[in-house]
């Protein structure tokens, strides 16, 4: 409990303390005229009053969580008064409700462990007492929801189970479904599949017996999340339908819409494209979903993977920009809210401060006005003690402004950082719109050829337009494909997909193009892999890796020289080297290529153009292999490119060949 304390309380206690009162105060006013609050105020009999208010403070606390702490700090005052230990925890409780509601949690955990301080007495002298019974367990499910939320899903096991045992006792099969699936998910995030499934199947039985479509509907959302987790994506499809159905039914529209979209995903990942887009077109089509600022950024993600995966690289990259754009927004407007509420923090501690030193100077002049020897007595003592009060608290306020400055140093720090990304993404979108445009005109141009020359033209003509298109064809997707995959890996949205297979097989493609992009150069390409060289590593990065770097080589290498692609394993090592023989790079300009500054690409020994981030990409997508990449260099001998990843393999007998154009 100490940890958490000190997770939450970075500003200090009184610093917000002091905050949460200040503010208080300016809802307080708007509370105490409300007629319901006013009524309830003027009854004689307190237990009536202790139930009224309790009453009326759960009706507001969802809506108006702060005023409704002021309901509460009054219900517990007068519980107090009259001594009821249970109107005590009732107003405990709830007064943790309102600060876990404006994401207090600190100070929610504090008031929820008063409530449990009193219940746990009061239970083992009235053990009969259903209603509170209830109301402890309800502080309970507060308490583990809070450890939940932290990512401590063994304290918030233990308190769930509390709440599970109690109910099986009372046998509340309501309240059982609702535990029994609170327990499922925490279950499962702790990777404990197993144990999920069965509390989850067990929620499930309860719902049917009883007709709890709500507590149904949660519970084959977290089996259908389970399902995608073990990748068994056409059951969890099979889960995430069937919640959909009963959440429509009872009218949960934004957690339908949230089921809506992994099921999308579901059917992306299977590839099933039309059914991936109809789900997505659900989503879009709900406009009030589209207010929401986060389903808005999920319904664009889910179409520019859609439309990448179908060919149509025009309207995935608008779609992933406005995926890009939004999320940008919703990072600056966490940062602005969160500047926006120091700011309004040190004002009011500076007013607190002014007050402070006006009441007691008020105080002071007061007493003075008296002439008794003995109130002039009490004056030097009051004067005294105002002074200590008023240097601990001018510290403590000093100290409190330095964390303040200190949050925003590092909040400005951020907000750099996030400039600089932006000014990345800018420059990024000026060199794609430049290089993308080239080929284009390639396309274009030999397919206006074809159209309008194809009964003039001979046959060789022809197919030699027709290579030229696929050739270019190829060369763009690979360039966009870099340009997504180091999107994703700047947005953390990349994952590995390990899986076993044979190097030189899977580098077929690439080999292909890399012999033709080099004949066009008369540069000869050796290829050494050993033969039958089995790797456990991901196959789609590896490809991207090495086209990348063999395409760098050639770029980069005069005609009739020699680039050399070799390939070792050792000690569960892949050892990759790709060599040339151009002028070669220095070890700073490597580090400027695969650093966080976007550079722009120099031109080859052809007047090859580039996009500038190649080698970034490829350093990235090493670092989530775990792997090494560095280079050997010399100026004017060459270039020798290295990086090493781990990989389980199996290798058979080694061989050695060469595939190339003559030197």
Request: include cysteine; charged fraction near 25%.
């Amino acid at each position: 409990m100490d940890e958490l304390m000190r997770n939450y309380k970075n500003i200090g206690f009184a610093g917000l303390i002091i905050l949460l009162f200040s503010v208080q105060n300016l809802f307080s006013q708007n509370i105490e005229s409300n007629p319901d609050f006013v009524s309830i105020k003027t009854l004689l009999n307190d237990t009536v009053k202790i139930n009224k208010l309790v009453q009326f403070t759960e009706s507001i606390i969802d809506t108006i969580p702060i005023e409704s702490r002021v309901v509460s700090e009054y219900g517990l005052k007068i519980s107090k008064e009259i001594k009821s230990q249970k109107g005590e925890a009732l107003f405990n409780n709830l007064i943790g409700i309102s600060y876990y509601n404006v994401s207090e949690p600190a100070y929610a955990m504090e008031y929820y462990l008063e409530a449990i301080a009193i219940y746990e007495p009061l239970l083992k002298e009235n053990g009969a007492d259903e209603q509170l019974k209830r109301r402890y367990l309800q502080t309970i499910n507060n308490i583990a929801i809070i450890y939940s939320d932290l990512e401590n899903y063994e304290e918030a096991l233990k308190y769930f189970s509390i709440c599970l045992q109690y109910t099986r006792q009372a046998n509340d099969e309501k309240m059982m479904a609702v535990y029994l699936n609170n327990m499922g998910r925490i279950l499962i995030l702790s990777g404990k599949y197993d144990e999920g499934r069965k509390h989850l199947t067990e929620a499930i039985q309860i719902s049917d017996k009883n007709g709890y479509e709500r507590a149904k509907a949660f519970a084959l959302s977290n089996l259908g999340e389970l399902e995608t987790i073990q990748k068994n994506y056409k059951p969890a499809i099979d889960y995430y339908t069937e919640a959909i159905n009963l959440y429509e039914r009872v009218g949960e529209k934004y957690e339908a819409a949230n089921n809506y979209y992994e099921v999308a995903k579901l059917y992306l990942l299977l590839k099933d494209y039309q059914n991936s887009s109809k789900y997505a077109d659900i989503l879009s089509s709900q406009t009030e979903l589209l207010e929401d600022i986060y389903m808005k950024k999920a319904i664009y993600y889910i179409n520019s993977e859609n439309e990448f995966a179908k060919g149509n690289y025009k309207s995935a990259y608008e779609y992933r920009v406005k995926y890009g754009d939004i999320a940008d927004t919703i990072t600056k407007g966490d940062k602005e809210r969160e500047l926006k509420f120091i700011k309004v923090q040190q004002e009011l501690f500076k007013t607190e401060k002014e007050n402070q030193t006006l009441q007691k100077e008020f105080e002071v002049n007061s007493i003075r006005s008296q002439k008794n020897y003995v109130i002039s007595g009490l004056i030097m003592l009051i004067l005294i003690t105002v002074t200590l009060i008023f240097i601990i608290k001018a510290r403590h306020v000093k100290k409190i402004n330095g964390i303040l400055n200190k949050n925003f140093l590092e909040i400005e720090k951020q907000n750099n950082s996030l400039d600089k990304l932006n000014a990345l993404k800018d420059k990024l979108l000026s060199i794609i719109s430049h290089d993308l445009r080239s080929p284009f005109t390639t396309l274009l141009g030999y397919s206006d050829l074809l159209l309008t020359e194809y009964h003039t033209s001979s046959e060789e003509e022809r197919f030699e337009y027709i290579e030229s298109i696929a050739s270019t064809s190829k060369n763009t997707f690979h360039l966009l494909e870099n340009i997504l995959y180091w999107a994703r890996s700047q947005s953390n949205g990349l994952k590995t997909d390990m899986e076993i297979f044979e190097m030189k097989e899977s580098l077929t493609e690439v080999l292909f193009l890399a012999v033709k992009r080099a004949k066009n150069k008369n540069i000869k390409l050796k290829v050494n892999i050993p033969f039958n060289l089995r790797l456990n590593t991901d196959k789609q990065f590896l490809n991207i890796i090495v086209r990348n770097l063999l395409n760098n080589a050639i770029k980069y290498s005069d005609e009739n020289s020699e680039v050399i692609f070799s390939a070792e394993q050792t000690a569960g090592t892949l050892r990759v080297s790709i060599k040339d023989s151009g002028e070669g790079i220095s070890a700073e300009q490597f580090r400027t290529a695969i650093s966080n500054e976007l550079v722009k690409s120099t031109t080859g020994t052809d007047n090859e153009t580039g996009t500038g981030f190649g080698l970034r990409l490829c350093n990235e997508l090493i670092e989530y292999l775990s792997g090494k990449f560095y280079i050997n260099t010399e100026y004017r001998t060459g270039t020798e490119i290295i990086f090493s990843i781990p990989s389980v393999t199996t290798t058979a007998e080694s061989a050695s060949g060469s595939a190339g154009t003559k030197g």
